[in-house]
């Protein structure tokens, strides 16, 4: 009986062995790491949009056709210099009434104010000293010449004589030109002065008013500026950077923002050849006709610079680009009810309403034609 124990003890002991060195074995062994394939999220899109119902806003493809290269300027319309005229007085005084005033349509030789003058009140009394001087020397040269065919009068008495009546006839003539000079009238003495229109058009400056008193025309400013508006300037900056795009004889197209929508053509007449150092830009003078008037002087305006060459570019209408943080934008049709916001560069925008892509866009593309609108629906889907 002892015996069989101590058998069955130590098959249990070498069992329990058995299993001690079978963990050991285990812990040894290398443990055998899993692979495990990482999980791919696909973000979505931000810039592609789901609108219901789409079919409510139109859509617009992208043309491509030939387009001239343009540049965008700020002007303002100015008169013409060489159709613009001072109007002095050629002396001093006073104004008594004034006839015209600024704004006013004049024609040449209508009067514009009249004012006293000492100038002419001296003019007048040299004219009329001048006179009486003549009149002796005639009287004295005939009673020489009486006298002298008698042989009571010596030749050069004779000649003293026509030199006196010379000389009188010449401070007279000089007597009566200075009072034409100054605006009076020989044959009507008076010492007021008539200040007319020299010239016909527009009186577009105006320094006098009733009762000022006018000084010499070395130290006061003009009197009135007329100024022939038929034809007008509209003058703008053009940075340094963009000067080679513009040339002499180049066609131009006038905005002014007092009729918008309505354009005017012109051509650049010159190109200063000066920079204004503060700006880095020259003047560029374009000239138009303005028989119908409605071109003032003053006038801001937007110049439209047209290139003689052209190359092809996309178009679409102008309504379907989104301006936005100094980008631009447009929304492309995709699929469904899928459109992608898409930027692009964009250039000028055309007298027909459409605007120029410069990038950013292929042909045939489809577009939202009312960007903004469309904008608005997104963002109150996004809020919702």
Known sequence: MKTGTFALLGVAALAVLCAGLTGCS???????TATVSPAVETMPDRNVVTMPNPERFALSPAVERRESDQLVANGVVAADVSRSHAVNA??????????ARLGDDVQKGQLLLTMTSPDM???FSDYRKAQADATLAKAQLDRTQLLYGRGAMAQKDLEVAQDTYNKANVDTQTAEERIGILGGDPKRVSPLIEIVAPVSGTIVEQNVTSADGVKSPDNSPNLFTIADLSNVWVV???FEN?????????PAEIELNAYPGKRLSGRVANISKLLDPATRSAKVRIELSNESGILRPNMFATVHFVSQGAEA????PSGAVLRLQDRDWVFVKLSGQQFRKTEVQAGPVDADKTEQILSGLRAGEQVVSDALMFDRE????SEQ
């Open 236 to 238: 703008c900056d053009v």
């Open 90 to 99: 050629l002396s001093s005084g006073r104004v008594v009434e004034i006839k």
């Open 26 to 32: 285990h812990e040894a062994a290398p443990a055998q």
């Open 121 to 123: 009140s001296g003019a």
């Open 378 to 381: 997104v963002q109150k889907g």
């Open 313 to 316: 570019r996309m178009v679409i």
């Open 242 to 250: 963009d000067l080679a795009r513009v040339h002499l004889g180049d």
